[in-house]
């Protein structure tokens, strides 16, 4: 950890969570490239991949949450990811589930949330998303319904904001697996998964969908929703979003990130390499916060890897530690 960042840290640290994030990505989206350097980022040249018909700069991308708006990406540029995945972004603004929403547990490594997809809205983020684009850029969109949308009609919203964003976006990623909406991860059912993903596939024309899955699916989840991605069409799957498990007695309402979720992460990902075989690209995220981690990971199926709650931990240099250590 870079010494500017044990500061940052120390500071962001003695502020509520959720502040504290948004106090973070307002610097950053003022401070950019310069705060980037302060910050210990570095990019580091040779490390692409091709992926799904895309061209990333290299295999470590910003997972969705970080940044739900896009407000940012001139700096997660700057930090060295191969890849920003923004969102969750639902087609209407919605602020969310009340406060407090998010936790630290600093002994854990770990964070809990319950932030329920407060967004901008698909107009506004692609908006600024187009603005702030450069060539190079490789640039997910992770798509949500809204709150108050009935899972009968939860595809109207996947579309909905895949098409506010279908000038922006090198890849889609339906999200189904969120803990923080009410019943959304019954989206990840054999009663909707399959008739979810044709219509988005459909709909996304050539650009890839990739589906995000939850940790806490079973053996029989797992294989259906891998069946469902198959048969759609779909490009890939990105395993795993947060998690219900409680270890260690943590006590929070919401979803838990951070390194708890790796072993489980690391479960699922090898689960759905057995199941899908080798063509179909996945994606790993959950828990990964060293070199050494994210190597596991990539030697265990994954095509690419994806950090969020490491980052805060360790900070920006993790990223060019990982990309240095392939």
Partial sequence: MGISYACMKALLFRMDPERAHNFALRTARWGGSGLAWLAGGRRVEGRERVV???????????????????????????????????????????????RPRVWRFPRERALGNWLGFPNDGAAMVAARLRRDKLAGDVVGINLGKNKETPLERAADDYVAALDATRTVADYWVVNVSSPNT????????????????GRVRKEAWDVPVFVKLSPDLD????????????????????????????????????????????????????????????????VSVGGIDSPAEARARLAAGADLVQIYTGLIYEGPGLITDIVRSL
């Fill in 52 to 98: 799904a018909g895309i061209r990333f700069p290299n295999p470590v991308g910003l997972a969705a949450g970080m940044d739900k708006n896009g407000v940012a990406l001139p700096f997660w540029r700057a930090l060295g990811f191969g890849s920003v995945e923004v969102g969750t972004v639902t087609p209407r603004p919605q602020p969310g589930n009340p």
């Fill in 182 to 197: 009410p019943d959304l991860r019954r989206l990840q059912s054999r009663e909707y998964l399959a008739d979810l993903l």
């Fill in 219 to 282: 053996d029989a989840g797992l294989a259906d929703a891998a069946e469902a991605t198959r048969s759609a069409g779909c490009a890939g799957i990105i395993a795993t979003n947060t998690t219900l498990a409680r270890p260690g007695g943590l006590t929070f309402e919401g979803g838990l990130s951070g390194r708890p979720l790796a072993a489980r992460a690391r479960e699922v990902l090898v689960r759905l390499r057995e199941l899908i075989g080798p063509d179909l690209p996945l």
